[in-house]
Structures are given as C-alpha cells and as structure tokens.
C-alpha cells in the first residue's frame, strides 16, 4: 500500500511540473537581452606596511564598464573591467604603493570580474549581490622622470622595476575574489542607476603573503541601460 501511494503522489508531482513547464514560454538564449553596465567607484587600496617605507593605503579612482546577461533574470553574470592607475616602489622585496615623490613605477592596473548576480526585484528598483572570481592584470612602467640607472632597493631602478611586475605576478597575486552589491533605481528612458559597494579580496596575497595586501574597498555609482 505505501509503495502505491508513493507512486501515486510521484505520478501527481510529475503531472503538475509537467504542466507548469507547458504553461512557461520556453525561451532561446537569443531572446535573452542585456544591459551596458558603467560604474565610478573611488577606492581605498589597502597597504598594511609602515608608511616610513611606503605610502598610506591610497585611493584609486576605477572606471568599470561591461555588461549584465541577462538583465531581467533572477540569476545573471556581469562580467567588467576596471582601469586604474597607481605608484609603486620596491622594498624588502615586495612592492607598495608609493607618494609621487617616491615612486619607481607608474602601474596600469585592470581587474577583470566575473561574477555571479542574484537580484531581487522590487516595484521601482532591483537589489542586487553578487560575488565570483577576479584578475588583476598590472604593468608597471617606469614614471616620468625617473631613469633605469637611479638607484633602486636591487641597485638600479630599472631592477626595481623588474622586481615589480615579477612581484605582481608571482605566487597568484593576480588572484582576487569579488563581492559587492547593488541598489539600482529605476529611471527615465530604461536607465537604471544607484549606489554600488564592491570588496576585491586578494586570494593569492593571502595564501602567499598572509596579509591584506591590495585589498580594495569601493563606494560609487552604478549605471545600466
């Protein structure tokens, strides 16, 4: 008897999914539309080190452009890019963040995200959080002014410059986890606009380094259409 109860309520269960997916428009992924996604978001990149080798925890000024798919789904991905510009300087073997007076290189900094987003939707506004893998991809150039032969922590500047994209590059630095959320109002003309957190965690820093090393912590401005 309870093997065909089971069966029975099995058989309603399939029924009904049967039947609500009947009732759902399928939908291909070329119907699925996305946003354009722009983001101002000034941040403060962590430094722990002494401020009598390196400069205070900076603020960096990232642009992020990129796109949400799709853009009227519960679940979507968002990935961006981010640009921003820094000093560095090489110390002890590691580099850090420098005063202008004091840097080696000028770094061009891009963190690409991937992350995944879960939105909630209200009657005027989405809320929305999201978290998934991130790469910071860094050059360091030498800065204007600055010759390959001045002296430098590995004997020339030129060196430190070296020592300083290695450094970057070295033991999954790159690594980074992204979590952030989003309040995002409706407005005018499909635009969609609201304040923005986001924190970049530095994965490969603290497994390797076991500090906070250039973690970022950002408060701006985000913009869809």
């Not at 999954?172 to 923005?196: C, D, E, Q, T």
Request: aromatic share 12%.
């Amino acid at each position: 008897m309870k093997k065909i109860i089971t069966l029975i309520i099995a058989a309603l269960f399939l029924t009904c999914l049967y039947a609500q997916e009947e009732k759902t428009p399928k939908r291909s992924l070329l119907s699925y539309s996305a946003d354009f996604v722009l983001e101002f978001e000034p941040a403060v990149y962590i430094n722990p080190e002494s401020t009598l080798v390196s400069a205070p925890s900076p603020v960096v000024y990232p642009i992020s452009i990129g796109f949400l798919w799709p853009d009227d789904t519960i679940f979507a991905v968002q990935p961006t890019i981010s640009f921003f510009m820094m000093h560095h300087l090489f110390y002890n073997n590691m580099a850090l963040p420098a005063e202008i007076e004091n840097r080696t290189t000028t770094t061009l900094s891009f963190m690409v995200n991937i992350p995944l987003v879960f939105s909630i939707f209200l009657a005027k506004s989405r809320f929305q959080i999201y978290g998934g893998p991130g790469m910071l991809i860094r050059f360091g150039l030498l800065s204007p002014g600055v010759k390959d032969s001045d002296t430098g922590w590995t004997g020339s500047a030129g060196g430190d410059a070296d020592s300083i994209n290695q450094w970057f590059w070295n033991d999954m630095r790159w690594f980074y986890l992204n979590l952030g959320g989003s309040w995002l109002y409706n407005l005018p003309h499909a635009i969609k606009a609201g304040p923005v957190i986001n924190c970049c965690i530095p994965i490969g820093g603290l497994i390797s380094s076991q500090n906070v090393q250039g973690m970022m912590i950002s408060v701006g401005i985000k913009i869809c259409r």
